[in-house]
């Protein structure tokens, strides 16, 4: 039976990017004939144009009726200004709340090929290869109440809620658990258990999990030490598990030491491994359509896709080799390059990789 993938490309080098990250998917569909269908819609700004909502609900039906989604990147300065509640932005965490897509991986590894492209030296990172998993539908960026009230003296005061329940700290422990048992072996939960009630039920809660584990080393941090460990010596790290507002800061720390947010693909899934891929990084105003944009980043959203929702760990190998070969070549987009390479823009680059792809 034939297995459908939504394509939503989004807003600003969305479609850019994803017009690339298609090419290689079709390719790769072909030569290993893996029996995929492609199907296209909008979310995000786009969505907004055409519907007036951030995410249709019809676009909603077609992402749960889809074994998988490869999405873009939504958001830009001509929906800023609208009504907060139906910005781009809500929609994309109104589908990973929708589509219960709770544990978000975002691998951080640097090819050996950009160590000049890490903004640290080149023995702190070299070889690095992390993977954070963020808790995605839960904590602070969801919970309720939530608002701005007004105080007795007339002042005005926002507040947030940062809630975790037992189940959802399990489910997502246990996808660091699992990660880390394919990997190096060594999950580090970061959390701030010193000062955070939903901290310390979260630690004991994946002391409970750990368990199940007795092969994986199990260490905790407090999640400044942990923003600062990670650029004082990376390495140390193999996999991360943490909440969703931490993850979030982390992983982008931690996508700089890779050399550029351009490289960095991400899955989150759900409970049965359905997922939606995408690349760590947003819109890029900035760079929109001038076809300068790093495609990498969804091209190996497409690799993670194949390699965790469909298992299809052979052509997942051939996409991350194909990239491999592309920067041995020396070509490099606008936010990778350095002195000796060969700058090309997002077209050159994703015929690149297909044609890298093929020739495997
Ligand atoms: P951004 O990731 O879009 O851009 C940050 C910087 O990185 C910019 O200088 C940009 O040019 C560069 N960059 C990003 N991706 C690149 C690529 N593939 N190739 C080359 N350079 C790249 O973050 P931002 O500027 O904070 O946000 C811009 C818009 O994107 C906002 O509307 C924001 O809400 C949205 N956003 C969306 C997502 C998402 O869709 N998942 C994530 C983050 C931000």
Same mark, same amino acid.
């Given at each position: 039976?034939?297995? +459908?993938?939504?394509?939503?490309? !989004? ?9 690339? %990250? ?5 390719? $790769?569909?072909?030569?290993? /004939? ?12 786009? $969505? ?19 074994? $998988? ?27 990973? %709340? +929708? ?27 070299? !070889? ?28 005005? +005061? ?14 997502? %422990? ?25 901290? +310390? ?25 942990? %923003? ?43 409970? =049965? ?8 990084? !947003? ?9 300068? $944009? ?14 965790? /929702? ?40 994703? =015929? ?9």
């Amino acid at each position: 039976m034939s297995k +459908q993938i939504l394509i939503l490309p !989004g807003d600003g080098i969305g479609p850019e990017i994803m017009a690339e %990250a298609v090419k290689v998917l079709e390719l $790769a569909n072909d030569k290993y /004939s893996l029996g995929f269908e492609l199907s296209h819609d909008v979310i995000g700004g786009a $969505a907004i144009d055409k519907h007036g909502v951030p995410l249709a609900d019809e676009t909603l039906a077609r992402a749960r009726a889809a074994d $998988a989604v490869l999405l873009g990147a939504v958001g830009g300065p001509k929906w800023d200004t609208i009504e907060r509640d139906i910005r781009p932005e809500r929609g994309l965490l109104k589908i990973r %709340a +929708q589509l219960g897509l709770f544990g978000n991986l975002r691998p951080a590894i640097l090819y050996p090929q950009l160590a000049d492209a890490s903004s640290l030296k080149a023995e702190i990172v070299a !070889g690095l290869d992390i993977l954070i998993v963020r808790e995605l539908t839960g904590g602070i960026y969801f919970g309720a109440p939530r608002g701005v009230r007004e105080l007795e003296n007339g002042e005005r +005061q926002a507040y947030d809620t940062l809630p975790y329940s037992e189940t959802e700290i399990r489910r997502i %422990a246990r996808v660091g658990f699992d990660m880390a048992r394919v990997r190096g072996k060594k999950l580090c939960s970061v959390d701030k258990a010193n000062v955070l009630a939903s901290s +310390q039920l979260w630690r004991e809660v994946v002391e409970q999990v750990a368990k199940d584990y007795p092969d994986v080393e199990l260490s905790h941090m407090y999640v400044d030490n942990a %923003a600062m460990q990670l650029v004082r010596a990376p390495k140390q790290f193999d996999v991360i598990v943490t909440d969703n507002l931490f993850g979030d800061i982390l992983s982008d720390e931690a996508s700089m030491l890779t050399g550029s947010i351009g490289m960095l693909p991400s899955a989150s899934l759900d409970a =049965d491994n359905k997922g939606m891929y995408e690349p760590c990084h !947003g819109s890029a105003p900035d760079i929109a359509g001038k076809g300068i $944009a790093n495609p990498l980043a969804t091209i190996l959203s497409v690799s993670m896709m194949l390699r965790y /929702s469909f298992n299809l760990q052979d052509a997942a190998d051939a996409i991350e080799k194909a990239v491999s070969l592309v920067l041995d070549q020396g070509l490099r987009t606008g936010d990778i390059w350095s002195a000796g390479c060969t700058k090309v823009g997002t077209q050159e680059m994703g =015929d690149a990789v297909v044609a890298a792809l093929r020739n495997l």
